[in-house]
């Protein structure tokens, strides 16, 4: 499979999907059409592999999803400090290699 039908499926008849999922997480859909060309051109050109495509995105969208429901804050109103909140907690759930890839993940959020 070539790389432009791997990537292909980001965007579907107008509406852009996740390559994981069937849809963006509700924060990036939120913050606009920019917003989320900008997370859709993130994932489709910065991050080549896709299986690391698949696992940052998962990561991503637990980190906005945490956000959410935990500070109930906007895209444009997350700092470096909810990012770090975030990481601690995980501490308490998953492996340290875990942990790492979900702050490798969020590195370009704030």
Do not use: W
Request: glycine share 6%; charged share 15%.
């Amino acid at each position: 499979m070539n790389e432009a039908t791997q990537l292909a499926p980001l965007l579907r008849e107008g509406v852009v999907v996740s390559p994981c999922a069937t849809s963006l997480p509700g924060i990036i859909l939120l913050a606009g059409r920019s917003a989320t060309e900008r997370f859709v051109e993130f994932f489709a050109a910065q991050i080549r592999n896709p299986n690391t495509r698949a696992a940052y995105t998962r990561a991503v969208g637990r980190f906005f999803h945490f956000v959410e429901t935990s500070f109930r804050l906007g895209l444009a109103e997350i700092r470096l400090v909810h990012i770090l909140v975030y990481l601690e907690t995980l501490q308490h759930e998953l492996a340290a290699p875990s942990v790492k890839q979900h702050l490798a993940a969020t590195a370009g959020v704030d």
